[in-house]
């Protein structure tokens, strides 16, 4: 908090304790072993070289190597400052997370015939994101409410977290404890909604640093709606920390 001002609610790693210590620890990343083939980088019209998420090795490129994101079907766009869609969220994730080897969110071919399971009443089979839609409503990944899905919504900062979380069941990436690097003093933590801190914790450790502040502060802007480029650099920060598995092995259960 800033000099002078009050506390209204305890510090977010707080808050956050008793719902982390009930997170299940079930090995859901075994699929992540499957190796993925690069793909070729993308160039889009639309994403400066010398932008934050831009470089060469930056994260649009990262994400569309990977097969993360792909830009507008049909152009050669990519639209880095657009918000990003539940639908498209669900689907990012779920490539990183399952792999899609049957090219279910990919090949039309493939998804035309594909038919809904999702539950959710505002949502239908056939369409590049029904794979990923079915798999995040099975997992818990995206829960929806009042039995919508809302797939063209854009998605916030911290609904973002929650879907990358429940993905990976909460798993730290650099191993099975809390790492020991302490974040940034978070200006706007008491933004966080309550059911999302969680989330938020677990996040910003590794995957969602905030806009940077002065002296080691950042405002993480939980309710604001996530443009495609940030979702890019999540993204790529959530492989990244889940590559650490790949290579150091996964914790068992106990």
């Not at 889009?44 to 090795?57: A, F, H, M, R």
């Not at 090949?107 to 035309?112: E, G, L, M, P, V």
């Not at 099975?176 to 996040?203: M, Q």
């Amino acid at each position: 908090m800033l000099p002078g001002n009050e506390r209204t609610k305890p510090p977010l790693a707080a808050r956050a304790s008793a719902a982390l210590a009930l997170a299940a620890l079930a090995a859901c990343l075994a699929c992540l072993a499957l190796a993925r083939p690069a793909l070729a980088s993308p160039s889009y019209s639309d994403v400066d070289e010398d932008s934050w998420y831009g470089y060469p090795k930056g994260c649009v490129a990262y994400v569309s190597e990977r097969g993360f994101m792909t830009g507008y079907e049909g152009t050669d766009l990519f639209g880095p400052g657009d918000l990003v869609t539940r639908a498209q969220a669900v689907t990012a994730i779920y490539r990183a997370v399952a792999g899609d080897p049957e090219g279910l969110t990919t090949d039309r071919s493939a998804y035309s015939g594909l038919a809904d399971e999702s539950g959710f009443s505002d949502t239908r089979g056939g369409e590049y994101c029904t794979a990923a839609v079915n798999w995040a409503a099975a997992k818990g990944v995206a829960r929806g409410s009042g039995g919508l899905f809302r797939p063209d919504d854009p998605v916030t900062r911290e609904e973002l977290m929650a879907m990358m979380y429940r993905s990976v069941d909460g798993y730290w990436p650099y191993g099975f404890a809390e790492p020991d690097v302490a974040p940034r003093t978070l200006l706007d933590e008491d933004a966080v909604s309550e059911w999302a801190v969680p989330y938020l914790v677990w996040g910003n450790k590794f995957v969602i640093y905030g806009y940077p502040a002065p002296r080691w502060t950042a405002y993480l802007m939980p309710q604001k709606q996530a443009t495609r480029a940030e979702a890019a650099q999540m993204l790529k920060r959530f492989d990244m920390g889940n590559l650490w598995f790949l290579r150091n092995g996964y914790p068992s259960e106990s």
